[in-house]
């Protein structure tokens, strides 16, 4: 019995140096490859090149991470889509396990739509998408999806309090090969995966919190990226085919990333 269990101790010790030559291996690539002018050239190409696309269109999937009071990190998964056309018109869809939900803005009116109670929200909120973003954000709690990634000028919004940047080399989303940035903030440390080429397009952008326990993440991974005339015919009206009941947009139920029951945990 001894001699049967001596090539698996070994084994498990040869495991445990490759382990450990790994994290060294790793650890040198870091140092090596953390070329911040190059990182922040190919971050400023992917904000360059999606500001100036008047039509652009593409499918997404996100995770948001909970973390609970006995430290159980819970992963909340949705799907959707967005269509928008610079610089005042954007539809979006997010379809999840708690709530569905469909926003659509048409340069004048904001369209909010809870599709599991069949009832709609709408505001006048005359603008741009980026002014949009904003006071969807600063003073209704509900972010555009991807709204980093959208505005005009990502660059500025995105580089806010970074303090540390790194060129990780290439990395492969969804079967397109991209570049890989990690950046730190002083609240928030992110990640990027931008596709090389003619079209650097954000595949992939993770966010993890320093100012909550359990440091959770939010990360949006983006599907089928269209622009100019590969993108289909949007419409950013709204028409109540459902003949949902119209609310005001604090009492729109059902259209949170986050269900009612779960409670928000306490900051750091």
Request: glycine share 8%; aromatic share 8%.
């Amino acid at each position: 019995m001894n001699t049967r269990k001596r090539p698996l101790t070994s084994a498990m010790g040869r495991l445990g140096a490759m382990a450990l030559s790994l994290i060294v291996m790793l650890g040198t690539s870091l140092s090596v490859s953390a070329d911040e002018a190059d990182a922040k050239r190919l971050l400023k190409a992917m904000s360059d090149y999606v500001g100036s696309q008047k039509n652009l269109s593409f499918d997404y999937d996100a995770i948001l991470e909970v973390v609970t009071d006995d430290g159980e990190t819970l992963a909340l998964a949705s799907s959707g889509a967005v269509s928008l056309s610079r610089p005042d018109k954007i539809h979006a869809t997010r379809h999840g396990g708690f709530a569905d939900a469909e926003m659509s803005f048409d340069g004048k009116t904001l369209t909010v739509l809870g599709e599991n109670f069949n009832i709609y929200a709408q505001e006048e909120l005359p603008g741009t998408v980026d002014q949009l973003a904003g006071e969807l954000r600063l003073k209704y709690g509900r972010p555009l999806p991807a709204e980093d990634l959208l505005v005009t000028d990502s660059y500025d919004a995105l580089m806010l309090d970074v303090v540390d940047v790194k060129d990780l080399g290439s990395g492969v989303i969804g079967g397109v090969e991209c570049d890989y940035l990690a950046f730190r903030g002083k609240e928030v440390d992110w990640q990027i995966w931008i596709a090389q080429g003619k079209e650097p397009y954000p595949c992939r952008y993770v966010i993890q919190s320093k100012l909550v326990a359990g440091a959770p993440q939010y990360s949006v991974q983006v599907r089928n990226w269209r622009t100019g005339s590969a993108v289909a015919p949007a419409d950013f009206s709204f028409t109540n085919k459902t003949k949902a009941k119209k609310v005001d947009l604090d009492n729109l139920e059902g259209t949170e990333e986050m269900p009612k029951h779960f409670a928000t945990g306490e900051s750091k």
